[in-house]
């Protein structure tokens, strides 16, 4: 067997998320059963200093010859990575990837890719002129749930997908938790609020079920309908929205199909941490697939057929295992030991893209994320949310 190639990651900044994945990216693939590639770290940058990168590095379990930088600028010079990993604030997405892309190095970014259409665009454009990889880190899309619950729709078990309804809602008590409005998920300078943060994975569920599954030429943008309640303490970023999209499609593929993609910062999907309930529900004539909360992080589905008949799935995570001492999350949840997040999966596709060649990943290519960016862009339209000029521009280079 060809031993694994090695695929050498920069992570740029250095807050949750950002820890979260590089745990997951350093847990030994053959966990999940994937033998062609291996990842390293080889650099970390913060904005704020080199000590912080390096404590990250330590945090993380880093090999210890990987490079600690008290600059992004100075990190995107480091001919030691591949591929950068970016995970600061939706806000700086566009400005921090443009630096990579023009420095030659290829990226997986953060969602949601940009703060509109107009920087996706730019983005994507940057890199084909360049060459480089880049992809939207919707690691969901890359789960082994999310996998089967496409191949069900793909071979008609449920007939041609009818209705969705998708939910990813989080229960915060946004005065409590962010009350002095600096946090990114209400700060508009941070481009803050539901619909950026979290709304883009009910759109995700949209997407991957009523318009990936659908052969490439037949795709065709949804109409949008939106209401867009704004969040009182800081006045411009919303707390709730709620997205009617229609999809045109041809008759002989069941016809125009309806979604409805909603979110909210303080009410639930399902209450007091229960799982339930549905939170994304897709139907067709021939019956309906449930996806169980998180919308983000699903283990749980069940497939429910015309006939009466009930399929239900567990999807664990894999990982180390029980007893290797090995832990990840985010924030404050702790996954079971040895549960990796889920997170690698998505790293495993960008770094087979960047040793096959490929510059787009598989199951969300850019014109997806652009389009979904433009669904974005028409809800903050009809809802009048707007952010800072300087975050929604796509000149280059901005101070931010
Ligand atoms: N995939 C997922 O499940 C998931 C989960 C959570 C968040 N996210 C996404 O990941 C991104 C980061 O979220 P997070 O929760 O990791 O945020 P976070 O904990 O606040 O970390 C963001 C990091 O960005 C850097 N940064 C640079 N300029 C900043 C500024 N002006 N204000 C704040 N931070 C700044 C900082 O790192 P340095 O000081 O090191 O530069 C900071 O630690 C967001 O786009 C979010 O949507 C994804």
Redesign the pocket.
């Known amino acids: 067997m060809a031993s694994p190639k090695i695929v050498r990651w920069g992570i740029l900044?250095?807050?949750?998320?950002?820890q979260t994945f590089t745990v997951d990216l350093l847990a030994d693939p053959t966990t999940r059963g994937v033998t062609h590639i291996k990842h390293t770290v080889v650099a970390a940058a913060?904005?704020?200093s080199q000590h912080?990168?390096q404590a990250f590095l330590k945090d993380v379990g880093a090999p210890g010859d990987a490079k600690a930088y008290g600059s992004y600028e100075e990190f995107v010079g480091d001919a030691n990575i591949d591929i950068v990993y970016i995970?600061?604030?939706?806000s700086?997405?566009y400005q921090n990837a443009m630096l990579c892309l023009e420095a030659g190095k290829h990226v997986l970014c953060?969602?949601?890719f940009t703060v509109n259409a107009a920087q996706a665009r730019a983005l994507a454009d940057k890199a084909k002129a360049k060459k480089l990889f880049l992809m939207e880190?919707v690691?969901t899309r890359y789960f082994p749930l999310s996998i089967y619950v496409r191949e069900q729709i793909t071979s008609g078990r449920i007939g041609p997908v009818a209705r969705v309804f998708a939910d990813n809602s989080m229960a915060l008590d946004p005065e409590v938790s962010f009350g002095d409005g600096k946090h990114?998920m209400v700060n508009p300078e941070?481009a803050g609020g539901a619909l950026l943060?979290l709304g883009i994975y009910s759109l995700t569920w949209v997407f991957q079920t009523l318009y990936h599954t659908q052969p490439e030429s037949s795709r065709q943008p949804p109409r949008v309908v939106a209401a867009l309640k704004s969040y009182g303490a800081t006045g411009a970023a919303d707390e709730t929205t709620t997205i009617v999209l229609a999809f045109p499609r041809p008759d002989e593929a069941g016809g125009e199909a309806h979604a409805i993609a909603t979110t909210s910062l303080r009410i639930a999907t399902t209450p007091g941490g229960n799982a339930d309930t549905a939170g994304i529900r897709i139907q067709g004539p021939g019956g309906e697939i449930q996806v169980f909360p998180p919308a983000?992080r699903p283990t749980r589905t069940r497939l429910l057929l015309k006939d009466g008949s009930v399929e239900e799935k567990d999807w664990p995570q894999p990982g180390p295992g029980a007893g290797s001492g090995w832990y990840n999350g985010?924030g404050g949840s702790r996954n079971a030991e040895g549960e990796g997040h889920g997170m690698f999966w998505e790293a495993d596709e960008a770094a087979t893209a960047v040793v096959e060649g490929r510059k787009e990943g598989r199951y969300e290519g850019l014109a997806e994320s652009i389009l979904i960016m433009e669904v974005m862009d028409e809800v903050r339209k009809q809802g009048n949310l707007t952010y800072p000029e300087k975050i929604e521009t796509t000149q280059y280079p901005t101070q931010?």
């Open positions: 900044a250095t807050g949750g998320i950002a913060s904005s704020s912080r990168a995970a600061t604030p939706h700086h997405h953060e969602k949601a880190a690691w990114r941070l943060d983000f985010f931010l």
